[in-house]
T-cell receptor
Framework: ELKVEQNPLFLSMQEGKNYTIYCNYS?????LYWYRQDPGKSLESLFV?????AVKQEGRLMASLDTKARLSTLHITAAVHDLSATYFC?????????????FGKGTKLSVKP | KAGVTQTPRYLIKTRGQQVTLSCSPI?????VSWYQQTPGQGLQFLFE???????NKGNFPGRFSGRQFSNSRSEMNVSTLELGDSALYLC?????????????FGPGTRLTVT
């Protein structure tokens, strides 16, 4: 059974600091998704990582994928308050279909001035 | 291009009742997935439909069912509601493009069971 674990689950950061969110998954997958969710809102797609060694960057966020280690990281550079949200990683459950994503529990990020 | 729409956005029901939620995917998307989000269990996959066929189903009781119409719109139904069914129900539509299969989520329906 595919399991996806994120850590930390809660992260309180000061503006301007850097930090990394980790996402481990238990079975082989060649792709991984990162989403952002603001309170009371739906999920917004951030990154689609498609292969081993994939790295994508958007603004202060950079995501990478190591399929051999079954690990993805979401690195936050010089955090700002607008990044406060919950971040989820998700892996397709190939035992089912690509439309079946298994999500981590989410990392609730709070950026304080 | 219009995004995924879900109706209703909020719903309050009583234990034992049934409820139907609707999802209209992005135009051209033929796959629709449903997820349940609760504070305790997080985001859990319910089912996926493609071209009116259920392609996959999550680990939920038979009270949860769904269907997809020829225009790709999808509905999910929950019968005999329980308090634990209170959740945000998210629908996502998908399009496979160049090997990338990306899901676009709707705003969700927040169901409260009293």
């Amino acid at each position: 059974e595919l399991k996806v674990e994120q850590n930390p689950l809660f992260l309180s950061m000061q503006e301007g600091k850097n930090y990394t969110i980790y996402c481990n998954y238990s079975t082989t997958s060649d792709r991984l998704y990162w989403y952002r969710q603001d309170p009371g809102k739906s999920l917004e797609s951030l990154f689609v990582l498609l292969s081993n060694g994939a790295v994508k960057q958007e603004g202060r966020l950079m995501a990478s994928l190591d399929t051999k280690a079954r690990l993805s990281t979401l690195h936050i550079t010089a955090a700002v308050h607008d990044l406060s949200a919950t971040y989820f990683c998700a892996v397709p459950n190939y035992g089912g279909s690509q439309g079946n994503l298994i999500f981590g529990k989410g990392t609730k990020l709070s950026v304080k001035p | 291009k219009a995004g995924v729409t879900q109706t209703p956005r909020y719903l309050i029901k009583t234990r034992g009742q049934q409820v139907t939620l609707s999802c209209s995917p992005i135009s051209g998307h033929r796959s629709v997935s449903w997820y349940q989000q609760t504070p305790g269990q997080g985001l859990q996959f319910l089912f996926e439909y493609f071209s009116e066929t259920q392609r996959n189903k999550g680990n939920f009781p038979g009270r949860f069912s769904g269907r997809q119409f020829s225009n790709s719109r999808s509905e999910m139904n929950v019968s005999t509601l329980e308090l634990g069914d209170s959740a945000l129900y998210l629908c996502a539509s998908s399009l496979a493009r160049g090997g990338v299969y990306e899901q676009y989520f709707g705003p969700g329906t927040r169901l409260t069971v009293t």
